[in-house]
């Protein structure tokens, strides 16, 4: 949270950009008796005009990130504050980086970023560029956030309780930052695994990298390797008979070259994450 503003007690406005419903479950349950929230002047209210505070769970779509750049707008401009419920919210969690969730024009979609980006973050950075005032932003984390985890983030907000850990912002000067190193080729069989994860999900993944590096190995037999791998991507896709899967053995192949070289070439490399 960026900074505390002065509330004795506070009206929250609930919207969902795309949530699974299961943080959405959790904030019902916050509000149920047996939690009883409203204890500390927290109260849902129905329309964003009224709220002091927006409680929003899920990546933020494509679909719900002018819906959800509205609701803003049309909140109060002081304190205007943001609560992300779940890790959806707070960076995109699972699907991060997918197709159908906003990310910023100049962000990307390589998805080599870090940390990552992504959730309402993106939506507030456009707003602020476009000059509107946004209150701060408190950052639940959590698949979903437990109830005592959402009151104690409010209870943040409200002044009841002080944050018990501090920001602490690291830079190479400070702590150089260097990646573990493993195996060459369980690093390599990593990377095309979580590349490839962006193309076919996670359970045809296994399958297809499997039959990858199989040719990978029959071709490290030859003299010239990377001739060979070819080939032999060129004689699968045409024997399978299927287009998506020749699609995904040739991108796995200009992969699996572009992180060989880098590495032999002794190259700062980003992974696939």
Request: aromatic fraction near 10%.
């Amino acid at each position: 949270m960026s900074r505390k503003p002065k509330l004795r007690s506070i009206w929250v406005f609930h919207l969902n950009t795309g949530s699974c419903n299961g943080c959405d479950i959790e904030i019902i349950d916050v509000l149920t008796p047996f939690y009883d929230v409203e204890r500390f002047g927290i109260k849902l209210v129905g329309s964003p005009r009224h709220a002091h505070a927006l409680l929003v769970s899920g990546p933020l779509t494509r679909q719900a990130y002018y819906g959800a750049k509205e609701t803003i707008k049309a909140m109060p401009p002081e304190p205007r504050v943001i609560v992300a419920v779940g890790t959806c919210t707070c960076s995109g969690g699972i699907f991060y980086n997918g197709y159908p969730v906003y990310r910023r024009p100049e962000s990307g979609r390589e998805g080599r970023e870090y940390p990552r980006r992504g959730g309402i973050a993106e939506l507030i950075a456009d707003l602020r560029d476009e000059g509107e005032k946004v209150g701060p932003v408190i950052y639940i984390p959590g698949c979903p956030p437990r109830p005592e985890e959402i009151i104690y983030g409010i209870a943040q907000l409200v002044g009841l309780v002080e944050k018990k850990l501090s920001y602490q912002e690291y830079s190479d000067e400070l702590v150089p930052f260097k990646l573990p190193e493993g195996p060459l080729e369980e690093r390599i069989r990593l990377t095309l695994m979580e590349r490839l994860r962006h193309l076919v999900g996670y359970l045809d993944r296994e399958k297809i990298l499997e039959d990858f590096m199989g040719l990978v190995k029959e071709a490290e037999k030859s003299e010239n390797p990377r001739e060979e791998l070819a080939r032999l991507v060129k004689d699968y896709a045409a024997k399978c008979g299927d287009v998506r899967l020749g699609f995904c053995m040739a991108l796995l192949e200009r992969e699996y070259w572009r992180v060989r070289d880098a590495l032999d070439a002794g190259k700062e490399f980003v992974y696939w994450v």
